[in-house]
């Protein structure tokens, strides 16, 4: 039977993690809990261990992913399940989400749905244009791409460690590189509670990371579909202003203009070629178990 590991990275999260934790523990005392206190100044840790979850303490906030990353290390189990420490994912769903998993996934996502399961409405039309996005790109359908609350394959998990960002987007990079190696991935819906206390997320900070999870999906699992539009609408304006540029002047002649248009559209053709090549190397040594 395998053995199952909950990680929960927790920041200031003292308000919460105590009713968390040992519902967990009252649930499934026989699976492994680690508590990831990332540099709280609030006494987090010290409320998880008397709770009676395995405390972990970074000195200082290294941000939920490096927090993520060193429960993965730490942990013993065969299957790994992250949850967050403020209240929003409900113990209980733990045992759906390794029943989803036993069907033989290698990584189960518990997925939101609705605009009542995200923080705001900003957020929730973000996450949906994310889930879309990446629908396109792995031709499947992601019903949640940033989603914290998953159940994973350890020994799996452990190989993409170093592509994991020390930020928020770890659940993006994650899941986009199991679809990339080949591994399968489910999705199971859940409800999310309110979260308690403060968010941890300032969009005016963050807007500009979240945007940038976009093209960070692209260079995960294959560059050359988002690189190759590009190219076609740059030379195809070059072309244009070409055709445009002779209909005015009735003198067929490249201007400079399109000259650089159409260059450019092969220069970024180029560039998605070469992130092309520069991806599959990432994966060459990640191979698809058949046990």
Do not use: C
Not at 113 to 124: E, T
Not at 221 to 248: D, H, Q, R, W
Not at 279 to 284: A, I, R, S
């Amino acid at each position: 039977m395998l053995s199952v590991s909950i990680v929960i990275p927790a920041r200031n999260e003292a308000s919460t993690i105590a009713v968390v934790t040992k519902q967990l523990i009252s649930l499934r005392p026989d699976f492994e809990l680690i508590v990831i206190d990332d540099g709280s100044t609030d006494g987090t840790g010290e409320v998880a261990a008397d709770a009676g979850a395995t405390v972990i303490t970074q000195p200082y906030s290294k941000g939920n992913g490096a927090a993520i990353k060193r429960g993965a290390r730490a942990a013993t189990g065969d299957i790994l399940v992250f949850m967050d420490a403020d209240g929003q994912h409900a113990p209980a769903d733990v045992e759906r989400l390794l029943f989803k998993f036993d069907e033989g996934f290698d990584l189960v996502v518990g997925a939101r749905s609705g605009l009542g399961s995200q923080a705001s409405v900003a957020r929730w039309g973000a996450n949906s244009f994310y889930n879309r996005f990446a629908s396109w790109m792995v031709g499947q359908p992601i019903d949640d791409l940033t989603s914290g609350f998953r159940a994973v394959d350890r020994r799996k998990f452990l190989s993409f460690l170093y592509l994991l960002p020390n930020g928020f987007s770890y659940p993006t990079t994650s899941t986009m590189a199991f679809y990339r190696a080949g591994y399968s991935v489910g999705f199971l819906p859940i409800k999310v509670a309110k979260r308690q206390g403060k968010g941890h997320i300032n969009l005016l900070r963050d807007g500009l990371r979240f945007l940038l999870i976009i093209f960070k999906v692209g260079t995960l699992y294959s560059p050359l579909k988002v690189y190759f539009p590009f190219s076609v609408l740059t030379a195809g304006l070059g072309g244009v202003n070409y055709v445009a540029t002779a209909m005015v002047s009735d003198s067929w002649r490249f201007t400079n203009m399109t000259a650089l248009l159409i260059s450019s559209g092969v220069i970024i053709f180029l560039l998605g070629l070469l992130s092309e090549q520069l991806t599959n190397l990432q994966y060459k040594d990640v191979s698809v178990d058949e046990d």
